[in-house]
């Protein structure tokens, strides 16, 4: 266990290096996170004037939503640098190392789980600039930032997981793009639960994504309800390993093919 967290962190470090020599890109996937925070935000601002929507500003409902849709997308994609270390035979190479196989898919999920930490902070940053609050306090937003990340490991570990499976990165972006949209809209992200279409909601109560928003909605908004945030948190939490054991299993079974 600890020889496999050592290679995990050395293959993260590898990782961010990689991002280091282009920096620039945590802003370009900002890029889309902004456009809704200040477009959507605008749009629909005047929502909290139907009665019973649960906050006075949109822009406080909208931030919890598009912080884990950050996450959310930017983790999805993370199966296309395992695609291009696969193209490469980097992939080929480190398999005939000493490396542990569960290093292969924990490194390069570790290194996004430090990208959503920073794009998160900016997201936040920027929030407040424009006058978002967060009425749960420090706490609600240490637990909006540890759901974006909880989110954003499991869809990193299943989108690597697809890529050793795939292994073609256009099969990938169908894949992906066939269900980030969806999962989008039957979710609270834009919406509260009980103004959107019934069969909308119950589809929610399934959605992985839904539960991140909810309960960083509820810690930030609220700041209570701690029985309802852990059960969403453990609920990601199975989400997590149960990705994280589809990956393993991609790992072997690409090797036994090579």
Request: one cysteine or more.
């Amino acid at each position: 266990m600890a020889l496999a967290l050592r290679h995990s962190t050395y293959m993260m470090w590898r990782e961010l290096l990689a991002l280091w020599r282009q920096p620039w890109w945590i802003g370009v996937t900002l890029m889309q996170p902004i456009i809704w925070l200040l477009l959507f935000g605008e749009l629909f601002r005047s929502v909290v004037e139907i009665p019973g929507f649960e906050t006075s500003s949109y822009i406080d409902f909208l931030v919890p939503g598009v912080i884990i849709m950050t996450a959310f997308f930017g983790a999805s994609w993370g199966g296309m640098g395992m695609i291009q270390d696969l193209d490469r035979g980097v992939t080929d190479r480190l398999l005939v190392s000493p490396l542990a196989r569960a290093a292969l898919v924990a490194g390069k999920v570790m290194q996004s789980a430090v990208v959503i930490l920073i794009q998160s902070l900016i997201m936040i940053a920027l929030a407040l600039i424009i006058g978002a609050s967060f009425p749960g306090g420090i706490d609600g937003v240490l637990v909006m930032l540890a759901m974006a990340i909880l989110l954003g490991c499991s869809v990193g570990a299943l989108s690597n997981g697809l890529a050793l499976r795939i292994r073609k990165e256009e099969s990938l972006i169908a894949l992906l793009s066939a269900v980030q949209l969806p999962l989008t809209f039957i979710s609270t992200a834009f919406m509260q639960k009980d103004l959107i279409p019934g069969w909308m909601q119950t589809a929610a109560d399934f959605n992985p994504l839904n539960w991140a928003i909810e309960a960083s909605r509820t810690a930030v908004l609220e700041g209570g309800d701690w029985g309802f945030i852990a059960a969403r948190a453990g609920l990601l939490l199975a989400v997590l390993l149960l990705a994280g054991w589809f990956a393993l299993r991609s790992v072997g079974a690409y090797q036994r093919s090579v």
